[in-house]
């Protein structure tokens, strides 16, 4: 494949010694390359001047350029200083691997031996790092002169890439590979090895803390089995620093107000397959909270006002981040009460005898400053007054210390830049300031491809196509569709953040939905419509949305031998239905909350024209109590959530339809089935050779409902760097109200059609379980499995509830 290979570069040498000439000419002798190099005596004892100056063996280096390198020109005296630097000065190029002077009478001869110009640079063995990311941080390329020099501080560069990677083991071999032409490929022979792990994280000087306690506090992680998803066990600098500040603020949160790391070192094994970190402390003593006091200087704030926002109390434990979260809610409630330059400075005082530390707020104005005017920058795709209205302030609005973090928060949460820096500067006056937002725009387009499982609609895939921000005006634009075993979906939406230039959400949504519920229903229901959405917000935790909705539904594929309430539902029905929530949130996330209350109040109203006529009501209410108190760990929560719900009919009972009934099960009472508990009746008898057998109930849902559920999540031992978290559950729930268009309960009435129905009670049905969530790289897979506790007859039980979707 190649003509030949020479040994590792570490072997050669560069400007090889050159010997005086068999023609008998002096020569002044170069050395190795960053050598200092020498004149011999044979060039300059005979003194003179030089009259002219050849050069030799030159190829692709011109003549003047070489000369243009050298200190000594003709006309110059033979002198051995000035040859030396011009020596020096030839190598210092790089260009040449040998130079040789030499003296013929009163001429210089300048002989060189050209280093080679790099035709290819290769790598191999590399498989943890990509061939153009090595070649990105390399000096040496392709048709780049060649220095040993260069190759090796590629070695080094490549070698500190796999370390920042926790690889210490690499070794990195240079070869040369010789061509014509004076050309040479070069290739970077890789051992990778194996991943240099983190063997033992060792604390020194814990007395209060064991070291599994610590252990989780530092985002470092000694190495396991499970953790071949995770990098948390590869060794950084930077990380084992980071930790240590993560160890300092535990630490101050419990209450240790002298505590100090001493040292933060990680040693390399001597088989450069593992580290070992040890982080070296002092504790001190744990503090408690003295005297809590109020200062104020701000002018028409009391102090007792002050002091109702103040949650902490005298001998509770010392927490600096809680003494600074306080602080922070003081200064924003009283910046929002109409005193812009509120300021509030917590301060302490130790008392190390008896342990405490006497907390004082004090309150005052600061300097009033204001934004004289708000510039952004960076904003090839965003409009300007997209990113505008969003932000918190304006110009002739208040400038105070938060005003640039909430700036960048802002602009952050808005999702369209890969980065967000806010600067400020002095404006035309002392008290004017200049706001720069300097954005970096990212792609806002998004292509899904994926698939999963659910045990309601059975094995499913799924594809999209979402612009968030489309043309760059803020509109929420996409595509998407779903199919799976039990059920298809397409839905084409368009949101507007702020719809006509006000602080509303404005939207519509076009969609086709096709169920077959033959795991747990007797027939198929196919929807086709359009919503409207509208929604504002009156402030931070309070919203409302109004929803209109026209949809075409068709009931088919029912079961022959299903229930005559069931049958009676055959055919198309239009719903014509506005909706309007209520909703009031003050949780700190939307996803996983730690603490906070959601209250959500709902109504539905249909009959404004369409078949189905009916008002609905509906209330939910959710509420998070974070437990570090108790546990010491922010991953434990306790949720306490409930509801209710209501439909009066507006029409005569033809308008009914079971579809618009509430159903308690599956994800509102888990232990049972999807409408598993209710109103429900069995299918008709067989009644001939060609009529299949009734196997199953039908569910035909509820007028009345109620649940209730408390919930505890907790982190799983030694899962966390998998994305494992756990639950346990306590559900509790009822529906009852048969709703249908005629009734067969009446065997009087009913005749041969008579049907019973069971399952009609308001009589609490309650179950108990465990659940497991895994934010897996394929997806967010659930498995939940309850046992009901309490139970009606022919209530339909399920025992275990899986779910798993996964996006690319």
Not at 81 to 99: C, E, Q, V
Not at 606 to 631: C, N, Q
Not at 742 to 754: E, I, L, P
Not at 763 to 778: A, M, N
């Amino acid at each position: 494949m190649f003509p030949f290979v020479c040994s590792s570069v570490h072997a050669q040498t560069t400007g090889n010694v050159s010997h005086n000439s068999s023609h008998g000419k002096k020569a002044v002798k170069s050395t190795h390359h960053g050598k200092k190099g020498s004149v011999g005596k044979n060039v300059t004892k005979q003194g003179g001047i030089i009259q002219s100056i050849q050069v030799v063996g030159n190829d692709r280096v011109e003549t003047p350029t070489v000369l243009s390198y050298m200190l000594a020109q003709p006309g110059d005296p033979f002198n051995k200083d000035l040859l030396d630097r011009s020596l020096k000065t030839l190598y210092a190029t790089g260009l040449f691997k040998d130079i040789t002077f030499h003296r013929s009478g009163n001429d210089l001869q300048v002989k060189v031996v050209e280093n080679p110009i790099v035709n290819v640079v290769a790598f191999e063995g590399n498989h943890k790092m990509k061939d153009g990311d090595l070649l990105k941080y390399t000096s040496l390329k392709p048709r780049a002169v060649y220095s040993p020099a260069l190759i090796s501080e590629d070695r080094k560069r490549i070698l500190a890439m796999y370390a920042a990677k926790g690889r210490y083991s690499v070794t990195v071999t240079p070869q040369i590979i010789h061509l014509s032409k004076n050309r040479i490929d070069v290739i970077y022979k890789i051992n990778e090895g194996p991943k240099t792990a983190i063997e033992k994280l060792a604390f020194v000087g814990n007395h209060a803390f064991s070291e599994a306690r610590l252990a989780q506090v530092t985002s470092s992680k000694e190495t396991a089995w499970y953790r071949f998803l995770s990098s948390a066990d590869e060794y950084n600098p930077e990380r084992v620093k980071y930790d240590a500040e993560l160890l300092r603020r535990f630490y101050l949160r419990n209450g240790y107000v002298d505590f100090k790391i001493v040292n933060a070192t990680g040693e390399l094994s001597p088989d450069h397959k593992s580290f070992y970190i040890t982080y070296t402390m002092v504790e001190g003593p744990q503090y408690r909270l003295g005297k809590v006091d109020v200062r104020s200087n701000l002018e028409g704030v009391k102090e007792d006002k002050v002091r109702e926002m103040i949650v902490m109390h005298k001998g509770q434990i010392y927490d600096g981040k809680e003494i600074e979260d306080v602080a922070k809610y003081i200064q924003e409630t009283l910046q929002s009460q109409g005193h812009p330059f509120a300021v509030v400075r917590p301060e302490i005082a130790r008392n190390p005898e008896k342990k405490r530390v006497d907390l004082l707020f004090d309150v005052m104005e600061g300097p009033r400053v204001y934004v004289e005017r708000i510039d952004i920058n960076g904003n090839t795709v965003t409009k300007d007054n997209v990113i505008r209205r969003e932000l918190p302030a304006a110009e002739n609005d208040p400038y105070t210390n938060t005003t640039e973090k909430y700036m960048k928060m802002a602009a952050d949460d808005l999702g369209y830049f890969k980065e967000v820096k806010v600067q400020q500067v002095k404006g035309s006056a002392p008290d004017k300031r200049v706001v720069a937002i300097n954005v970096q725009e990212k792609p806002t387009g998004e292509f899904s491809l994926g698939g999963g499982y659910s045990t309601d609609s059975g094995v499913l895939g799924n594809i999209g196509l979402r612009q968030r921000n489309f043309l760059g005006t803020g509109v929420d634009a996409g595509i998407s569709g779903t199919a799976a075993y039990y059920a298809k979906q397409v839905n084409l939406s368009v949101t507007d953040p702020y719809f006509l230039n006000k602080n509303m959400v404005a939207g519509i949504d076009l969609f086709y939905i096709q169920n077959s519920y033959q795991t747990y229903q007797n027939y198929g229901e196919d929807r086709f419509g359009a919503s409207f959405r509208m929604g504002y917000a009156f402030n931070n935790v309070l919203s409302q949305q109004w929803t209109y909705s026209i949809i075409d539904r068709r009931v088919h594929d029912i079961w022959d031998d299903s229930s005559y309430y069931i049958l009676d539902q055959k055919g198309h029905s239009l719903l014509s239905q506005l909706s309007t929530t209520i909703a009031y949130d003050t949780r700190d996330a939307r996803f996983n909350p730690h603490t906070g209350t959601l209250v959500k109040l709902g109504g539905d109203i249909a009959g404004l024209g369409g078949d189905a006529k009916y008002a609905r009501g509906k209330i939910d209410a959710s509420h998070y109590i974070p437990l570090d108190e108790i546990t010491g760990n922010r991953d434990w929560t306790l949720s306490l959530t409930a509801g209710a719900g209501y439909i009066a009919d507006m029409g005569s009972d033809k308008d009914t339809m079971v579809i618009d009934n509430f159903y308690l099960g599956g994800n509102n009472l888990r232990g049972f089935y999807d409408g598993g508990v209710g109103p429900r009746s069995q299918g008709i008898p067989k009644r001939g050779p060609n009529t299949r057998a009734h196997t199953q109930e039908d569910f035909l849902g509820g007028r009345t409902m109620y649940t209730a559920s408390a919930q505890v999540n907790f982190p799983m031992p030694a899962a966390r760097d998998l994305g494992l978290s756990g639950r346990y559950f306590v559900d509790m729930g009822a529906l009852d109200g048969l709703r249908v268009k005629r009734k067969y309960t009446n065997q009087a009435t009913a005749g041969d059609k008579y049907t019973g129905v069971y399952g009609d009670s308001l009589s609490p049905r309650v179950s108990t379980g465990l659940g497991v969530s895994w934010k897996s790289p394929f997806g967010l897979l659930n498995v939940d499995a309850a046992l009901p506790l309490v139970k009606e007859k022919h209530d339909r039980k399920q025992l275990v509830r899986f779910g798993f979707g996964q996006q690319f």
